[in-house]
Protein backbone atom coordinates (compact mmCIF):
# COMPACT_ATOMS: atom_id res chain seq x y z
CA UNK A 1 0.00 0.00 0.00
CA UNK A 2 1.31 3.70 -0.69
CA UNK A 3 2.42 4.94 2.66
CA UNK A 4 0.50 8.32 1.87
CA UNK A 5 -3.03 6.13 2.25
CA UNK A 6 -1.86 4.43 5.22
CA UNK A 7 -3.92 5.16 8.57
CA UNK A 8 -2.16 7.90 11.18
CA UNK A 9 -3.77 7.69 14.41
CA UNK A 10 -5.92 10.77 15.05
CA UNK A 11 -5.98 12.10 11.76
CA UNK A 12 -8.28 11.05 8.91
CA UNK A 13 -7.50 10.72 5.50
CA UNK A 14 -9.40 13.01 3.05
CA UNK A 15 -10.25 11.97 -0.56
CA UNK A 16 -11.61 14.76 -2.85
CA UNK A 17 -14.18 13.75 -5.37
CA UNK A 18 -13.06 15.04 -9.11
CA UNK A 19 -9.70 16.44 -9.83
CA UNK A 20 -11.35 18.50 -12.59
CA UNK A 21 -10.89 22.38 -11.89
CA UNK A 22 -13.20 22.32 -9.42
CA UNK A 23 -11.64 19.65 -7.24
CA UNK A 24 -8.05 21.08 -7.90
CA UNK A 25 -9.69 24.36 -6.42
CA UNK A 26 -11.39 22.55 -3.62
CA UNK A 27 -7.99 21.02 -2.60
CA UNK A 28 -6.16 24.90 -2.44
CA UNK A 29 -8.74 25.63 0.04
CA UNK A 30 -8.10 22.79 1.93
CA UNK A 31 -4.57 24.01 1.84
CA UNK A 32 -5.20 26.72 4.15
CA UNK A 33 -7.67 25.06 6.39
CA UNK A 34 -7.00 25.27 9.75
CA UNK A 35 -7.70 21.66 10.29
CA UNK A 36 -5.47 20.62 7.36
CA UNK A 37 -2.71 18.33 9.38
CA UNK A 38 -4.24 18.13 12.10
CA UNK A 39 -7.89 16.55 11.76
CA UNK A 40 -7.14 15.06 8.36
CA UNK A 41 -4.64 15.60 5.19
CA UNK A 42 -5.50 15.10 2.05
CA UNK A 43 -4.07 12.09 0.38
CA UNK A 44 -5.50 12.40 -3.23
CA UNK A 45 -8.42 12.53 -6.08
CA UNK A 46 -11.22 9.99 -6.76
CA UNK A 47 -11.98 10.28 -10.43
CA UNK A 48 -12.44 7.76 -13.69
CA UNK A 49 -10.81 10.63 -15.97
CA UNK A 50 -7.08 8.95 -16.08
CA UNK A 51 -6.25 11.99 -18.57
CA UNK A 52 -6.44 14.63 -15.53
CA UNK A 53 -3.82 12.56 -13.87
CA UNK A 54 -0.85 15.04 -15.11
CA UNK A 55 -2.22 18.43 -14.41
CA UNK A 56 -3.71 16.61 -10.35
CA UNK A 57 -1.57 17.74 -7.36
CA UNK A 58 -2.29 14.33 -5.80
CA UNK A 59 -2.67 10.96 -7.27
CA UNK A 60 -5.85 9.74 -8.75
CA UNK A 61 -6.41 7.00 -6.13
CA UNK A 62 -9.81 5.27 -7.91
CA UNK A 63 -13.06 5.61 -9.73
CA UNK A 64 -16.00 6.90 -7.07
CA UNK A 65 -18.05 5.04 -7.93
CA UNK A 66 -16.00 1.70 -7.24
CA UNK A 67 -13.81 2.55 -4.78
CA UNK A 68 -13.99 0.90 -1.26
CA UNK A 69 -13.71 3.60 1.55
CA UNK A 70 -12.02 2.67 4.81
CA UNK A 71 -12.66 3.46 8.00
CA UNK A 72 -10.01 6.42 8.28
CA UNK A 73 -11.23 8.37 5.46
CA UNK A 74 -13.16 11.09 4.73
CA UNK A 75 -14.43 12.42 1.76
CA UNK A 76 -15.36 15.93 0.16
CA UNK A 77 -17.49 15.78 -3.23
CA UNK A 78 -16.32 18.98 -5.48
CA UNK A 79 -19.04 18.09 -8.15
CA UNK A 80 -20.79 21.97 -8.80
CA UNK A 81 -23.54 20.35 -10.35
CA UNK A 82 -26.18 18.15 -7.91
CA UNK A 83 -27.01 15.29 -9.75
CA UNK A 84 -23.67 14.81 -10.45
CA UNK A 85 -22.64 15.47 -6.51
CA UNK A 86 -25.51 13.13 -6.02
CA UNK A 87 -24.35 10.17 -8.49
CA UNK A 88 -21.04 10.14 -7.17
CA UNK A 89 -21.96 10.04 -3.85
CA UNK A 90 -24.92 7.35 -3.39
CA UNK A 91 -22.29 4.40 -3.74
CA UNK A 92 -20.00 6.23 -1.10
CA UNK A 93 -22.74 6.85 1.20
CA UNK A 94 -23.86 3.29 0.81
CA UNK A 95 -21.12 2.17 2.03
CA UNK A 96 -21.29 4.37 4.99
CA UNK A 97 -18.62 6.53 4.38
CA UNK A 98 -18.36 9.57 6.24
CA UNK A 99 -18.08 12.87 3.98
CA UNK A 100 -16.29 15.58 5.87
CA UNK A 101 -17.56 19.83 5.36
CA UNK A 102 -15.36 22.68 4.62
CA UNK A 103 -16.34 26.00 6.21
CA UNK A 104 -13.57 27.91 4.81
CA UNK A 105 -13.75 31.24 5.10
CA UNK A 106 -17.36 31.11 6.41
CA UNK A 107 -18.49 33.76 8.91
CA UNK A 108 -20.70 31.68 11.58
CA UNK A 109 -23.76 32.79 13.21
CA UNK A 110 -25.88 31.69 15.74
CA UNK A 111 -27.98 28.54 14.94
CA UNK A 112 -26.48 28.01 11.95
CA UNK A 113 -27.44 23.57 10.94
CA UNK A 114 -26.14 21.69 8.12
CA UNK A 115 -25.94 18.30 6.99
CA UNK A 116 -22.81 16.25 6.10
CA UNK A 117 -20.57 16.87 2.77
CA UNK A 118 -21.80 20.95 2.39
CA UNK A 119 -18.72 23.43 1.16
CA UNK A 120 -18.36 26.99 2.10
CA UNK A 121 -16.22 29.04 -0.19
CA UNK A 122 -14.01 31.98 1.13
CA UNK A 123 -16.34 35.27 2.32
CA UNK A 124 -19.52 33.36 3.03
CA UNK A 125 -21.97 35.87 4.97
CA UNK A 126 -25.29 33.18 6.71
CA UNK A 127 -27.74 34.85 9.35
CA UNK A 128 -28.79 33.33 12.22
CA UNK A 129 -31.00 30.50 12.77
CA UNK A 130 -30.49 29.28 9.09
CA UNK A 131 -30.53 25.43 8.34
CA UNK A 132 -28.57 23.65 5.33
CA UNK A 133 -29.36 20.45 4.12
CA UNK A 134 -26.89 17.42 2.85
CA UNK A 135 -24.49 18.73 0.24
CA UNK A 136 -25.02 22.30 -0.14
CA UNK A 137 -22.69 24.54 -2.12
CA UNK A 138 -22.43 28.45 -1.37
CA UNK A 139 -20.41 29.82 -3.33
CA UNK A 140 -17.43 32.71 -2.16
CA UNK A 141 -18.99 36.07 -1.15
CA UNK A 142 -22.80 34.94 -1.09
CA UNK A 143 -24.87 36.27 1.36
CA UNK A 144 -27.59 34.29 2.77
CA UNK A 145 -30.44 35.70 5.12
CA UNK A 146 -31.48 34.57 8.28
CA UNK A 147 -33.60 32.07 9.14
CA UNK A 148 -33.52 30.35 5.43
CA UNK A 149 -33.85 26.79 4.57
CA UNK A 150 -31.79 25.51 1.89
CA UNK A 151 -32.51 21.93 0.88
CA UNK A 152 -29.63 19.36 -0.03
CA UNK A 153 -27.26 19.28 -2.76
CA UNK A 154 -28.45 22.60 -4.03
CA UNK A 155 -25.48 25.55 -5.42
CA UNK A 156 -25.66 28.92 -4.42
CA UNK A 157 -23.53 31.11 -6.58
CA UNK A 158 -21.04 33.81 -6.22
CA UNK A 159 -22.30 37.29 -5.01
CA UNK A 160 -26.13 35.84 -4.60
CA UNK A 161 -28.38 36.96 -1.93
CA UNK A 162 -30.78 35.03 -0.54
CA UNK A 163 -33.25 36.97 1.95
CA UNK A 164 -34.29 36.33 5.76
CA UNK A 165 -36.64 33.26 5.80
CA UNK A 166 -36.29 32.10 2.08
CA UNK A 167 -37.07 28.80 1.36
CA UNK A 168 -34.38 26.93 -1.16
CA UNK A 169 -35.41 23.50 -2.38
CA UNK A 170 -33.09 20.65 -2.73
CA UNK A 171 -31.03 20.04 -6.24
CA UNK A 172 -31.69 24.22 -6.68
CA UNK A 173 -28.68 26.14 -8.47
CA UNK A 174 -28.77 29.93 -8.01
CA UNK A 175 -26.46 31.27 -10.40
CA UNK A 176 -23.94 34.15 -9.47
CA UNK A 177 -25.17 38.03 -8.74
CA UNK A 178 -29.10 36.26 -8.50
CA UNK A 179 -31.20 37.83 -5.68
CA UNK A 180 -33.86 35.92 -3.95
CA UNK A 181 -36.12 38.54 -1.96
CA UNK A 182 -36.71 37.65 1.51
CA UNK A 183 -39.79 34.99 2.45
CA UNK A 184 -39.12 33.24 -1.28
CA UNK A 185 -40.10 29.90 -1.75
CA UNK A 186 -37.69 28.07 -4.74
CA UNK A 187 -38.96 24.35 -5.36
CA UNK A 188 -36.85 21.83 -5.43
CA UNK A 189 -34.63 21.43 -9.03
CA UNK A 190 -35.25 24.91 -10.17
CA UNK A 191 -32.66 26.63 -11.95
CA UNK A 192 -32.21 30.82 -11.16
CA UNK A 193 -30.53 32.40 -13.83
CA UNK A 194 -27.11 35.28 -13.14
CA UNK A 195 -28.23 38.43 -12.41
CA UNK A 196 -31.98 37.45 -12.04
CA UNK A 197 -34.29 38.81 -9.35
CA UNK A 198 -36.98 36.39 -7.76
CA UNK A 199 -39.74 38.34 -6.34
CA UNK A 200 -42.53 35.90 -6.34
CA UNK A 201 -42.11 31.74 -5.23
CA UNK A 202 -40.70 29.78 -8.15
CA UNK A 203 -42.34 26.03 -9.47
CA UNK A 204 -40.35 23.14 -8.76
CA UNK A 205 -38.12 22.41 -11.94
CA UNK A 206 -38.53 25.53 -13.91
CA UNK A 207 -35.51 28.13 -15.26
CA UNK A 208 -36.01 31.69 -14.06
CA UNK A 209 -34.32 34.46 -15.38
CA UNK A 210 -34.48 38.18 -15.75
CA UNK A 211 -35.69 41.46 -13.72
CA UNK A 212 -38.42 40.63 -12.51
CA UNK A 213 -37.13 36.92 -12.67
CA UNK A 214 -39.75 34.59 -15.13
CA UNK A 215 -39.89 31.63 -16.65
CA UNK A 216 -37.45 30.63 -19.22
CA UNK A 217 -39.21 28.29 -21.86
CA UNK A 218 -36.52 26.74 -24.19
CA UNK A 219 -37.59 26.37 -28.10
Known amino acids: MDLKMEEVPG ?15 VYNMMQ ?22 AGAPLPLLGDPLTYRCRPYEEFLCALGDPAQRRRFAAPLLAQGAAFMSLLTGLHKAIGLTMGVGCLFEPEVRVGVDTHLGDFVFIMSTA ?9 SYATIGSFAFVGGRARIGSDVVIHPHATILPGVAVGDGAVIGAGAVVMADVPPGVTMIGNPAKVFRFK
Open 32 to 53: HDVANGVDWRVVGFLDNRAGLA
Open 11 to 25: MKNALIISAGGFGRT
Open 143 to 151: VIGYEVEIG
